[in-house]
């Protein structure tokens, strides 16, 4: 299963962690680990490029990070623009991705 864990600190994000594999086909074959690797991705690509200075991003073998170091309106809606992203995925395939929100 995809893990989709996002702390919150009040109302703000304060990181994304991904890990895991869906686990809906055989490796190589699963659309929705594919799909919610092409989220990811694409997101780090864009808060490395958009917010440098603002983030720490973290990529290991079968998980990645997104911190917020410097808190903005920006990077808060972009950061909820990726957790909505997850969530459509969510609503979809509930039995291969799950979302684990924590206050911290």
Do not use: W
């Not at 972009?78 to 459509?88: A, G, V």
């Amino acid at each position: 299963m995809v893990k989709v864990e996002i702390l919150y600190k009040q109302d703000q994000i304060q990181s994304i962690r991904v890990s895991g594999h869906a686990g809906a086909g055989t490796r190589g074959n699963d659309l929705v680990c594919a799909g919610a690797s092409s989220i990811g991705f694409g997101a780090l690509n864009a808060f490395d490029e958009l917010f440098a200075q603002d983030v720490d991003i973290e990529v290991r073998d079968n998980q990645f990070r997104i911190k917020a170091l410097k808190n903005s309106d920006m990077l808060q809606k972009s950061l909820l623009f990726l957790e909505i992203q997850y969530k459509t995925m969510e609503a979809s395939y509930p039995e291969n991705i799950t979302i684990i929100r924590k206050e911290v």
